[in-house]
């Protein structure tokens, strides 16, 4: 017997007489005996609990976690505290249980909660509205570009050379296919080059790309920007971080068209690079054009509140080819856990988690300098990532090698030819007593 | 019956965190960032406690029905029942709190998985070769679309520019191919769902970069042309795409690489049974056959004699379609299914997912419309309600499944099937909850003709009734906002 | 509305569970241990999948209500939210999968724990010394009063056999001085609650072995003569013992020790916020005066310059009362609540666990029988509904109560008081909640009087109504057997 | 803000003004001053849910859990498998955030899930009728001895010298302080010595207590005791693990009056020693003399079955100075963890887990035995656990030290002045492999 199976050979036998059949086998004739496989799948043999725990844990312990680590790398993925209740609620079974909710008078649950995210990522973000969440930040850029080039007139994509690699890598990936140009726009001291931007906005852009903070974890300056690009009538795509949405100028602000981003900080824990959700946000004009689903208010028979996914003329099941996007299942899952995290911070805790992380990244920067083993890579404001350069040429990877001996996780390497860099990236998780740690480590080491 | 949002149980003043403040750097916020790069509108998230919030949401989980719940016959969704050993497993902190950018060296085991758990699934598929990047089903069509387009391309073969998508197909396959740059061609399934040969061998050419088919078909039927279409599809220069929505029906029986598909996704949240969570996540790993394996996204993992390691260095990749490795949490819960089921129970799974549909579908053949009366798979499709005069809908019998307590069956798709009705009880479910079903389906047939209003009115017995889908989508309240009044009071 | 046992839906040969067997020692199990040693009725458990398990006990706790699903203002039994937090802390696998016949050098996390629990508990108290080996409230009566018998008789005092009980006392007192092989004196309570001196003066003697008393009392009023009271038990030889139970209404307010109490117990599920379980695990730590020290259970948590140990070397000790060490796991998540809320966090726990009650009070008491109209600490008591010809009774408006949503008070007790409604809402529950709850309790008073079926039929809108207690007592059924027909099929 | 109290200064506010009051301070006007604390607690200050995990986390990793070490330790707690859908379901809020079931209307989970426990034991031990739980194993035997004293002429309990030394203590206290005197009966290789009970055996004595498998994990012959027992009107007490009752011949087969035992095993966590539930089933004679709650199956006003507390007249609510015990909280969710463990294994897995622990346990004994350095300290059949005497007279708590250090947790020592002695406990979650590493390891120690 399989624990997950219920059906008993009694039920078996009982089930095929009722067909008519005299054996499981039966049930496959119609399929051609050249393609039946004929032979056992040569994977293992059915495992018990207790060994198939052995065996994956074994792996698990293989890696060396930032549970075992005092984190300082970044990135694209940050170690923010992750509240207690969020594995306690999500992990409700009505909740992980269910799918999609078509049928919403027994989905109240996951309507009403995805309402919520939706309210809570457009305040957030500044925006009017906002979907129901996309795979992660990368390729929910992505489709803020294919949106972009679905509506706007033209075939180029403007992309701030600041931004991600890892979203110019999948915005570059989705463009190719669909014939549209991806033109980055260069950088000067770390931050988007106005000049070049400028230059770049023609005709024939559809949409411009940037990230705050950026890749260096600086918190660039992008006023005036919506402006130039309306005037090209392309649309101004921000990605944003959600911690520091709280604490800085917002996609609204600033006069995007479309907010997207990594929710990844938001109360997902690290899981190597997954599940995560990307969210997207736009002002009403682009509502209908939002890819993804999207749950409205409503009421039902008696005239009761009640949610409902919505505007479903824009997606896939209703207009196969000719839908804005592909998306089907989305991170539905990992946008409750946004939700809930957001209701847990609220709106002081979010602030006071961005602001203490601001502090204390600021903090762990002028400490690393004061080791004089570092200059900065970039004269500019930064909220919890910074570049430095390594005065006197030591390698990263080797600086990074002895962090790891002594149970830190460095920064990442993103030195070139020129120089050796390293991105640090310090949260609100990071006590005093650890970047301190992390300072007395590095000076330790044989520069 | 809780109806309250979270923001109308928020108050100022309330908090359900604290963040400890350091006591280094007292400086003003402004002196670490110009306050001219600082939001300046206020941030508008509740306000509530910890024991509010966690009541807010319990409360809300109440009014959603899942597989722990009950009977989920979701057609084409394969909701069978998520092992909690599968949790258990992704949550181990040398999973759950690894960084994607970390040093291979400190993720060997991750690494580890994802390259047994691809040999696994090319094992299961005939395949050669997989990605785990795909973040769901129809992202990883889109990614397998795209290899086969970057194939074409890389052959010079510019001019492949369509893709066949049956007319029964999941709205994804053309979607899909839409957004991975094709132009789409639908061809008519005969009446069993299965492609029409004389239809295919019209609309292949040489403008035709392959097709898309899902085998056992939206009705879930077994193409049993599949050889002679692959042969067609294959002499015309084209590829096959494998939509592995329906692969719950055929492991061990049969492999989409041995009738003859380049490409195939697989939905892991629905064969391999990871939690669907709401709609997500899921994971779409691709698989593909050897010579299409140098268009894999990046990074691939590869095995050396002593460790394994992210090769970034594929000059024939499509590139990325997502950040990092996948839905690596999700890859880790269907590695742990299918050491549990082993080869013989992921045999025995899509035994046991044909014998119950078949059983439901036999006894409900009198009953209702049946649209092709043969031998199905993991899932039948019925057509709607007996009488052609009934008053009532497939709309109505999916709200009265309601009132009796079981989730109705996908409704009005495939689209060639009038008054759809597509059943998939996979193998999760006992042969007495089978039986309370069909008894509930027949009954329901029966109040259609004797009580049709409690059809008509259901359901009654839900948290809320039919809601009013057109005034939604008229007038879209896509956020909350504060009414005057509790503005006022604020 | 499920409701079969699981013992209904068992079937010969389903298993929700796969024993790997060693490829060793295939030898019959009668060749290890000889039959005449082994079982030979047969086992009758349940033959379950694991879906099907799942769905039961998944569908059954919705029948259940809890803290998280709403308001809980059982008295005396201080229903606060439990955190989350607690739970993950008990959850490290450095506690959880700890063996309690490790040797302590593998165990010093968790002494370090306990050591610094007791501390904790000590300055809560205002005492110097804790076991934690209790595994709830009267379990900890129980030790506290044998350490009180072991003093006596240590000093050859031999005819203490006595211990007073006001009669206002929860009904564990009496039964565990009983337990403990004392005799009860039982005294009056004045009205209000509180002891009455006169009784009091009268009962003391030399066969006096000491005082229970809460404090405050159940009537939620705190007892103003606490001191004269600890001087006249004092002076008669006898030892003060402070249940813990209503510790919730003093934290950082005042200490049982500086009140003169010799011996206390605490309930760590009620003042420090561990789940209650549906009826335990608790834990029911006992503090002490530091002349009682010697006589508490083995082992005693012992620092030493460097590390931790257990000492059993304690002569005067009255022995064990538990195995091990207590209720480990409940410690750890006491422990988390004390440094989650801090000193004062407690000292603003207390005082709105006061407020609350007052509120509620002050709002309720024009509507209700009033005992005594007095300041309240963390519950109060009403004496039922008024209206002296009121054809409803306390139990009605409790289980009218339930029609709206709310787990009602504790009723009838304390017993002195008539038709007794004893409310402790706690310092968890929000002004909005209290306000709501109020209102509803009025309505039920307004009800009683034009409506009286509507609370004489409550509550209708449960899983079940009313329930035949007389039945279930007079022909108990305290176990499924199958029914001949079940026998017969299977 | 505290994160667990939802009031906010306005509130507070608001609720003194109802109540006529002008500082929170007044509510406690009726405390004396003499006994006022007026000075903070000295605690720690209250801590954010990042900083409590780290104390936390660095006190649990203090400790070398089984987690880590490979375990052959046993002596009255069990490393068995706990099945992963156990702490899913003890998870959900409903149950473990409720109290005592005393409104059955909303209490039908807990009170059903005890009705199927009650069952569970019953059928598992043989006996007629099962309570709802006790503390643990120990202090169930000793309301077993206190059931006995209180229904039976006399004034001493009987109890093997074999029954574990932790029971013997909990039954010594509970019988100092109500004035029973407990006699033990002792052993003769490894088992209860049948002549010695025979002569302990007379009119004073109210019970006798023996345990199954014993403490050297023996699995003693009781056959005959219940007779002799009965015949000196006193009544036999049998404490039986729990899984072996699945193997072994129950306390119902014996003849006992009542069946008691620590429920660990079934499914809770090691927990370093707590909580864990005692269990106690008794023929239908003493059924309305069981301490502690009971849940009977009656119906509700429609005549819908339904469950709830009964039999309540002998708690102490009720009696209070009359109650047969005084017990009141117990370990419901420790028993809601057992009625799942059982109903996963089913009768079937449970069987096999104990066939398979005992299997496994005979292997590794003539596996160690085979290396030379050690010999049986009793011959007598045995179940989980076995007790070696070393050959030579090697340290057993050096040996273990050098287990230790290769990672595995040895078993317990139980020398005297005679020998060194050790008992080792295999279950089946032992692997083959961890066994024979066992072995390997013992041969590698500088004998």
Request: charged share 20%; net charge negative.
């Amino acid at each position: 017997m399989f624990p997950y199976i219920p059906n008993t050979d009694e039920d078996v036998a009982r089930m095929l007489e009722a067909l008519g059949l005299d054996s499981v086998e039966a049930l496959f004739s119609d399929v051609p005996e050249a393609v039946k496989l004929n032979r056992r799948l040569d994977l293992c043999a059915p495992l018990s609990e207790t060994e198939v725990t052995k065996q994956i844990k074994a792996l698990a312990d293989q890696n060396v976690s930032t549970d075992s680590l005092v984190c300082f790398l970044g990135a694209g993925a940050y170690d923010h505290a992750v509240p207690s209740v969020i594995k306690h609620l999500i992990g409700r079974s009505e909740f992980n249980t269910a799918y999609t909710p078509y049928q919403p008078e027994i989905s109240q649950g996951t309507l009403q909660a995805i309402f919520e995210y939706q309210t809570m990522i457009a305040n957030l973000t500044g925006m009017d509205v906002a979907n129901a969440s996309m795979y992660d930040g990368a390729s929910a850029t992505a489709e803020a570009a294919m949106l972009a080039a679905a509506n706007q007139k033209g075939d180029t994509v403007l992309i701030a050379s600041t931004v991600h690699p890892e979203t110019i890598a999948v915005v570059e990936t989705y463009m190719r296919f669909k014939g549209i140009k991806v033109v980055q726009i260069g950088a000067k001291d770390g931050v988007m080059d106005r000049d070049a931007l400028t230059a770049k906005l023609n005709a024939d852009v559809v949409g411009v790309v940037v990230q705050q903070p950026n890749f260096y974890g600086i918190v660039e300056d992008y006023s005036g920007v919506a402006e130039a690009v309306h005037e090209a009538k392309a649309l101004f795509i921000m990605n944003v971080d959600p911690i520091g949405a709280a604490l800085l100028k917002t996609p609204g602000e600033y006069g995007a068209d479309l907010a997207v981003g990594e929710g990844q900080p938001l109360g997902n824990g690290l899981n190597y690079g997954g599940p995560y959700l990307g969210f997207m946000a736009s002002t009403k004009k682009q509502m209908r054009k939002l890819p993804g689903r999207i749950v409205g208010q409503t009421v039902d028979l008696d005239g009761k509140r009640a949610f409902t996914l919505t505007l479903q003329a824009r997606e896939q099941h209703i207009r196969r080819e000719k839908a804005t996007s592909n998306i089907c299942s989305n991170q539905a899952l990992n946008a409750l856990t946004a939700t809930i995290f957001m209701s847990v911070t609220g709106r002081e805790g979010l602030y006071q988690m961005a602001a203490e992380t601001a502090r204390r990244a600021y903090y762990g920067y002028e400490k690393l300098l004061a080791t004089g083993h570092f200059k900065p890579a970039y004269a500019q404001p930064f909220f919890r990532e910074f570049a430095l350069e390594v005065n006197g040429g030591a390698d990263v990877d080797s600086i990074n090698a002895h962090l790891f001996e002594n149970g830190i996780l460095g920064g990442l390497n993103i030195s070139d030819d020129n120089a050796q860099r390293i991105l640090f990236c310090i949260t609100e998780k990071r006590t005093v007593e650890e970047i301190d740690r992390l300072v007395e480590v590095l000076e330790a080491y044989p520069w | 019956n809780y109806d309250q949002l979270i923001f109308e149980i928020s108050k100022p003043g309330r908090s359900a965190y604290r963040v400890a403040k350091a006591d280094v750097c007292d400086k003003p916020i402004e002196s670490i960032i110009p306050a001219g790069l600082l939001r300046e509108t206020s941030l508008e998230l509740p306000e509530v406690s910890e024991p509010q919030l966690v009541r807010h949401y319990t409360l809300l989980s109440q009014k959603n029905f899942g597989v722990d719940t009950g009977f989920y016959p979701l057609g084409s969704c394969t909701m069978k029942y998520n092992p909690k050993l599968n949790e258990d497993m992704a949550g181990f902190s040398g999973f759950a709190a690894l960084h994607p950018q970390q040093k291979t060296q400190q993720t060997q085991g991750a690494l580890e998985l994802m390259y047994d758990l691809s040999a696994m699934l090319s094992e299961i598929g005939g395949m050669d070769a997989f990605t785990l990047q795909p973040a769901a089903g129809a992202h990883g069509e889109l990614t397998g679309l795209m290899i086969m387009k970057a194939y074409h391309e890389s052959r010079g073969d510019q001019k492949r520019t369509k893709i066949i998508v049956p007319d029964s197909a999941h709205g994804t396959n053309p979607a899909s191919a839409n957004v991975a740059g094709f132009d789409i061609v639908e061809i008519k399934s005969t009446r069993m769902g299965e492609i029409d040969l004389e239809s295919l061998k019209a609309a292949l050419g040489d403008d035709i970069a392959g097709l898309m088919l899902t085998n056992p078909n939206t009705l879930g039927l077994f193409d049993r042309n599949i050889v002679e279409i692959a042969r067609l599809v294959h002499e015309a220069g084209g590829l096959l795409y494998y939509d592995g929505a329906n692969l719950n029906a055929i492991l061990g029986q049969t492999r989409p690489g041995d009738m003859g598909f380049d490409v195939v996704h697989y939905n892991l949240h629905k064969t391999f049974s990871t939690p669907h969570g709401g709609g997500g996540p899921g994971s779409g790993p691709v698989g593909v056959k050897a010579f299409l394996e140098p268009f894999l996204p990046t990074p691939v993992v590869i095995k050396s004699e002593s460790s394994y390691d992210l090769s970034y260095d594929r000059p024939l990749s499509i590139g990325k379609v997502k950040s990092f490795y996948g839905n690596f949490g999700i890859l880790v819960r269907a590695y742990t299914f299918i050491l549990s089921m082993g080869a013989e129970g992921l045999k025995r799974a899509s035994e046991m997912a044909v014998l119950n549909a078949s059983y439901i579908q036999e006894k409900l053949k009198d009953h209702y419309q049946v649209f092709a009366n043969t031998k199905c798979k993991h899932e039948f499709v019925l057509a709607g309600l007996k009488g052609e005069l009934t008053q009532c809908s497939t709309l109505d019998v999916a709200k009265r499944l309601l009132d009796y307590g079981y989730h109705p069956p996908t409704i009005y798709f495939p689209l060639i099937v009038p008054n759809a009705i597509m059943i998939e009880p996979t193998e999760s479910e006992s042969l007495e909850t089978l039986d309370d079903f069909i008894d509930i389906m027949i009954k329901i047939s029966e109040e259609a003709d004797t009580n049709p209003e409690a059809l008509k009115q259901a359901p009654t017995t839900t948290p809320i009734r039919r809601v009013d889908e057109i005034r939604a989508a008229r007038t879209p309240i896509l956020k909350w906002e504060p009414t005057p009044a509790t503005s006022e009071e604020a």
